[in-house]
Structure formats: structure tokens, C-alpha cells
Nanobody, 115 residues
Framework: QAQLVESGGDLVQPGGSLRLSCAAA????????MGWYRQAPGKQRELVGE???????NYVESVKGRFTISRDNAKNTVYLQMNSLKPEDTAVYYC?????????WGQGTQVTVSS
């Protein structure tokens, strides 16, 4: 049974940093492209960024230069380092695993950026 578990969400002040983690189980993690998505209240879920099997990353324009995705295949974990956080980054952040028409989602972790 595939399972993705996000953690690390919190309340943080504007300009602050957070690191989200997504631990995977039940899949061959190294095969999967891993993505981070977010959904703000009243908005559609959007891709934040992703990392391929080979470690190539890409990001939505609004987070470029502030967010960094990395993966540790030995720990079956993908990370999202978020710096210079803004109120508009407030959302539930979801982890996604994608490979060969298989897609899995985590339950999400809340990030709130507010003073």
C-alpha cells in the first residue's frame, strides 16, 4: 500500500523559512518523479515544483529563487525548503508521486504565513 506522509507545516512570519518533508512508503521511491503542490482556500491546487528521478527540478515562477526541492532516495523522502515566505504562500501543501501512470498523494500539511 503506497503512502505519502507530509510534515513540517507551521505558522511562520513573513520572511521566515520552513522545510517540509514527505516520507514515502510502499513504493520504489527512486523510480518516481516527486512533486509538491499547494491549495489555498477557494483556489485550485497548483504545482509548486517537482524533482525528477535524475534530480532535475523545476518550479512555478512565483517560488523560483525562494523554494528548493531535494530528495534523499536512501530515506525515501522528498523535501521542500521554503525561504522568504510571503502571506500568499499560505496553503495546504501536498506531496505527489508520479510514475508510469501511477499517482499518489499525501494528506497535506498546512503552511500559514502571517504576522
Amino acid at each position: 500500500q503506497a503512502q505519502l506522509v507530509e510534515s513540517g507545516g507551521d505558522l511562520v512570519q513573513p520572511g521566515g523559512s520552513l522545510r517540509l518533508s514527505c516520507a514515502a512508503a510502499g513504493i520504489t521511491f527512486s523510480f518516481y518523479k516527486m512533486g509538491w503542490y499547494r491549495q489555498a482556500p477557494g483556489k485550485q491546487r497548483e504545482l509548486v515544483g517537482e524533482i525528477t528521478r535524475g534530480g532535475t527540478t523545476n518550479y512555478v515562477e512565483s517560488v523560483k529563487g525562494r523554494f528548493t526541492i531535494s530528495r534523499d532516495n536512501a530515506k525515501n523522502t522528498v523535501y521542500l525548503q521554503m525561504n522568504s515566505l510571503k502571506p500568499e504562500d499560505t496553503a495546504v501543501y501536498y506531496c505527489n508521486a508520479d510514475w508510469n501512470r501511477l499517482h499518489y498523494w499525501g494528506q497535506g500539511t498546512q503552511v500559514t504565513v502571517s504576522s
